[in-house]
């Protein structure tokens, strides 16, 4: 499995932005799909984004309808890193963000949990009102 390991994440106020990183180990992440999910206090862990690998070096994206327009999914494979850049952060954003992998590619859309083989800890981002 892969070992992953979150960072960022904190306290943020209201319409603020703030970003969580995910390092990843192995040779091969370039050819990992990489995604983030999130756990609402009292809430079922939902699927946030992806950075989808799907062949060559040709990758796409996709993000929850919730988010779109105010996240974004990046990757620096030189890193083995993924970031999720978040911007105006409203109070229901409050959550614990877990990076996943697989180290296949996704042709399609790739939203549930069972998917992803690799989590991490997942850093909490608490926004308040």
């Known amino acids: 499995q892969v070992q992953l390991v979150e960072s960022g994440g904190g306290l943020v106020q209201a319409g603020g932005s703030l970003s969580v990183s995910c390092a990843a180990s192995?040779?091969?992440?370039?050819?990992?799909?990489m995604a983030w999910f999130r756990q609402a206090p009292g809430k079922e862990r939902e699927f946030v984004a992806a950075h989808r690998w799907i062949g060559s070096n040709v990758y796409s994206t996709d993000y929850a309808d919730s988010v779109k327009g105010r996240f974004t999914i990046s990757r620096d494979n030189a890193k083995n890193t993924v970031l999720l850049q978040m911007n105006n952060l409203p109070p229901p954003d409050t959550a614990v963000y877990y990076c996943a992998a697989r180290t296949s590619r996704a042709l399609s859309s790739v939203t549930g949990e069972a998917a992803f083989p690799s989590w991490g800890h997942g850093p909490q981002v608490p926004v308040s009102s």
């Open positions: 192995g040779d091969t992440f370039k050819s990992y799909t």
